[in-house]
């Protein structure tokens, strides 16, 4: 998988949440311009990645997680959030 663009986060605890956006050139075609988000807790392996509905083009992207592993994404495409 080719990543695009990443956003990451990081609580107090060490919990670390991360958003990436695949490239378009991504050998496996069904992740072309795809977000995912997946979270890892401190001191164990992260979440399966979860697809996110977002598709298309290049995306500014955000993350946040929260001190009661509240986790936020957000993305902007074409001057929509």
């Known amino acids: 998988m080719r990543v ?4 990451r986060a990081r609580n107090a605890r060490g919990d670390i949440a991360l958003l990436g956006h695949v490239s378009r050139r991504s050998p496996k075609r069904s992740t072309h ?6 979270v890892g807790r401190a001191g164990h392996h992260f979440s399966r990645a979860v697809r996110l509905t977002g598709t298309g083009g290049r995306a500014r992207l955000g993350v946040g997680i929260g001190a009661r592993d509240d986790v936020v994404a957000a993305w902007v495409r074409h001057g929509v959030i």
């Open 33 to 38: 311009d795809r977000l995912y988000l997946t």
């Open 4 to 7: 695009a663009g990443t956003a």
